[in-house]
T-cell receptor
Framework: GAGVSQSPSNKVTEKGKDVELRCDPISGHTALYWYRQSLGQGLEFLIYFQGNSAPDKSGLPSDRFSAERTGGSVSTLTIQRTQQEDSAVYLC?????????????????FGPGTRLLVL | RKEVEQDPGPFNVPEGATVAFNCTYSNSASQSFFWYRQDCRKEPKLLMSVYSSGNEDGRFTAQLNRASQYISLLIRDSKLSDSATYLCVVVVREAGTALIFGKGTTLSVSS
């Protein structure tokens, strides 16, 4: 079956421009996550969606970053007025989310990422 | 103190060697633990979950010590294809369900 897909795979932009990154989670996965990974660094959590709501936005680094999710499926991460320090790989992951028995299906499946370079 | 700490390596070992990676976590409320593998310029992929009783999957063995807040991964009979970065991952319920990643330990297996 189809995995998590992200687009574009690569994006080069000029400082100060806005960019929009897209994530298509695995069908049926209610939980969606955005992370970023800078060169030589670990993964940094940005935001988590359960359905269309975002109970945890604690990782967004500044108010230039925003994300939305519609229809419980596709999500977009928008970075306004990009800065050079925004250059990184932006990874999206999805998981099944809450299970019927009250548990939580935690295994997260990652997309291939969007490599963003801000010049 | 970082939430999840790993020795970054690199660990350079010959084929057939046994290698062990360690990871410590700071939040005692951590509830779930995983090892992910990340190949160069690829996304992370789940390698295995880590349980208190320890678990084994082929050549890979994971152990959890809650008292010491310590996780380990043992790889036996290393293969060239094991070369990758191994990420220690922790889930803390009170922090939502986002995964907290260590920075990873790089393994290079040579012939």
């Amino acid at each position: 079956g189809a995995g998590v897909s992200q687009s574009p795979s690569n994006k080069v932009t000029e400082k100060g421009k806005d960019v929009e990154l897209r994530c298509d989670p695995i069908s049926g996965h209610t939980a969606l996550y955005w992370y970023r990974q800078s060169l030589g660094q670990g993964l940094e959590f940005l935001i988590y969606f359960q359905g269309n709501s975002a109970p945890d936005k604690s990782g967004l680094p500044s108010d230039r970053f925003s994300a939305e999710r519609t229809g419980g499926s596709v999500s977009t991460l928008t970075i306004q007025r990009t800065q050079q320090e925004d250059s990184a790989v932006y990874l999206c992951a999805s998981s099944l989310g809450p299970s019927g028995g009250g548990g939580y299906q935690e295994t997260q499946y990652f997309g291939p990422g969007t490599r963003l370079l801000v010049l | 103190r970082k939430e999840v700490e790993q020795d970054p390596g690199p660990f350079n070992v010959p084929e057939g060697a046994t290698v062990a990676f360690n990871c410590t976590y700071s939040n005692s409320a951590s509830q779930s633990f995983f090892w992910y593998r990340q190949d160069c310029r690829k996304e992370p992929k789940l390698l295995m979950s880590v349980y208190s009783s320890g678990n084994e999957d082929g050549r890979f063995t994971a152990q959890l010590n809650r008292a010491s807040q310590y996780i380990s991964l043992l790889i036996r009979d290393s293969k060239l294809s094991d070369s990758a970065t191994y990420l220690c991952v922790v889930v803390v319920r009170e922090a939502g369900t986002a995964l907290i990643f260590g920075k990873g330990t790089t393994l290079s297996v040579s012939s």
